[in-house]
């Protein structure tokens, strides 16, 4: 199994920046989809972000143009950068792996946009 652990979540001002960052480990593939859902309270979680091996990415519309997705070069950790955040950006943001013998989640990290 892969095992995923989110950090960089908090508290921001409307117009702040975050930076999550996603650390694997496991029996990780070289070639695998790594993404970043979120889930506000009471809504359904969603996919914010996603990047596969050979670095393709997909944003949701709600956050295009202000997030970036990365990983680095060993593929072992993705990133998250959320710039300009607003307050529908509140969620508990979950980190994913998937390949094509399993999917793992992280235990997700509260990002709070508030002033």
């Known amino acids: 199994q892969v095992q995923l652990v989110e950090s960089g979540g908090g508290l921001v001002q409307p117009g702040g920046s975050l930076r999550l960052s996603c650390a694997a480990s496991?029996?990780?593939?070289?070639?695998?989809?790594m993404g970043w859902y979120r889930q506000g309270s009471g809504k359904e979680r969603e996919l914010a972000a996603r990047?596969?091996?050979?670095?393709?990415?997909d944003y949701a519309d709600t956050v295009k143009g202000r997030f970036t997705i990365s990983r680095d070069s060993t593929e072992n950790t993705v990133y998250l950068q959320m710039n300009s955040l607003k307050p529908e950006d509140t969620a508990v943001y979950y980190c994913?792996?998937?390949?094509?013998?399993?999917?793992?989640w992280g235990q997700g990290t509260q990002v709070t946009v508030s002033s």
């Open positions: 994913k792996y998937s390949d094509p013998s399993n999917t793992s």
């Open positions: 496991g029996s990780i593939r070289r070639f695998n989809t």
């Open positions: 990047i596969t091996g050979g670095g393709k990415t």
